[in-house]
């Protein structure tokens, strides 16, 4: 399934997506996904 898709998915329940990382050092939240299918579109 595209992150795209997932999105939308959510989105149209009343949620919001948000992918985060968790690493043994730490957390990292991902939030380049937009930018990407922004980029797409255009």
């Given at each position: 399934?595209?992150?795209?898709?997932?999105?939308?998915?959510?989105?149209?329940?009343?949620?919001?997506?948000?992918?985060?990382?968790?690493?043994?050092?730490?957390?990292?939240?991902?939030?380049?996904?937009?930018e990407?299918?922004?980029?797409?579109?255009?």
């Amino acid at each position: 399934m595209y992150i795209s898709t997932l999105r939308s998915h959510i989105e149209a329940m009343g949620g919001e997506l948000e992918v985060i990382a968790r690493f043994p050092e730490g957390t990292v939240r991902i939030s380049n996904f937009a930018e990407l299918g922004e980029e797409k579109s255009n």
